[in-house]
């Protein structure tokens, strides 16, 4: 039965797209569309074509959900799109979109916040002909991530130097940003408001958390709470929601943080987490007494219908 207690909209749910994650945009989706038709909403699904805006003006809704996943989907595209239409949106607006989704201007931020960072270089295909190993600012082993994707799409650790220059160079992305290998157990920190939801740890059952251990049935552990004490996980949550403040969001993040030698280092903040069976927030969430349908309203809820823009960073 549909549950009660609030308004009842019409939500046009975006996913697809054409990004690199747009089969896992599909997954989250599909799920997102469901918990809205059992909360009693009424639902379109839209797989935005080059057209995007026609869509939408075919199909008058009064809230977007945003479960694109990637380029244009998380990186401010859709989000000025859907503000120049006046169309209430979920998830964060054009400058927090953006700025998370471009992890070199994320980290510039992080660091003007005193948020506890790797230390980086960026490389673009060009200059990484001439790049010696030796002017990195940290040896080998370094982790390899293009300057703007998401669910970890391009990233390696890398431990060889035949092996970085060969990526650096001959790799499908235009830059790449190199960060010092830290070794610890890795964390996602889930924001909603300007609040801490939780914290999960992840093991996975490779070498990290890559797209294949994300996306993969029983390619990773999880654990609700933390295997740490009281003390080290508000450590934890605590950057973690201050990467999630510092890019100036206010809706719901996953912030991933690893636990180094000297502390928890911020890794990235993903403004369109997943909302698919393996995402980390429903998990979260779920270990909160959240149940995904409750989730859902909560983020359709966070949208702001009195006018766009109000609450999007």
């Known amino acids: 039965m549909p549950m009660t207690g609030f308004k009842k909209v019409k939500v046009a749910v975006l996913m697809g797209g054409p990004s690199n994650e747009r089969a896992v945009s599909l997954q989250s989706g599909q799920a997102v569309s469901a918990a809205l038709k059992r909360l009693g909403h009424t639902v379109t699904d839209i797989d935005p074509s080059h057209d995007v805006a026609s869509q939408l003006m075919d199909q008058p809704v009064d809230v977007v959900f945003n479960a694109l996943h990637g380029t244009f989907g998380e990186d401010g595209r859709i989000q000025g799109l859907l503000d120049w239409m006046q169309i209430p ?31 980086d270089m960026v490389v673009s295909r060009a200059a990484a002909q001439e790049l010696c190993v030796d002017e990195l600012p940290f040896t080998l082993p370094v982790v390899v991530k293009p300057v703007a994707e998401g669910s970890s799409v391009g990233v390696e650790i890398i431990r060889d130097e035949t092996r970085l220059i060969s990526v650096l160079r ?9 960060e010092e290998f830290i070794e610890g157990p890795e964390f996602s920190v889930v924001c909603i408001g300007t609040q801490c939801l939780g914290s999960v740890e992840i093991e996975p059952m490779r070498e990290f958390y890559d797209y294949s251990a994300k996306y993969e049935e029983f390619g990773t552990r999880y654990h609700i709470p933390p295997r740490l004490d009281a003390d080290a996980i508000q450590a934890v949550e605590r950057v973690g929601l201050d ?13 991933d943080v690893i636990l180094g030698p000297n502390g928890p280092i911020v890794l990235e903040t993903n403004t369109l987490p997943g909302m698919t069976g393996q995402s980390l927030v429903p998990k979260v969430a779920a270990a909160g007494g959240i149940d995904f349908p409750t989730l859902i309203q909560k983020i359709i809820d966070l949208a702001d219908h009195g006018k766009t823009g109000g609450t999007h960073g």
Do not use: N
Not at 108 to 118: E, G, H, I, N, S
Not at 170 to 178: S, V
Not at 243 to 255: E, F, K, M, P
């Open 89 to 119: 949106y979920t998830g964060e607006g054009i400058r927090s979109s953006l700025l998370a989704f471009d992890k070199v201007l994320a980290k510039q931020l992080y660091r003007a916040a005193d948020v506890p960072v790797a230390l």
């Open 170 to 178: 001959q790799g499908e992305f235009d830059a790449y940003l190199i």
């Open 243 to 255: 990467a999630h403040l510092a890019l100036g969001c206010r809706a719901v993040t996953r912030s």
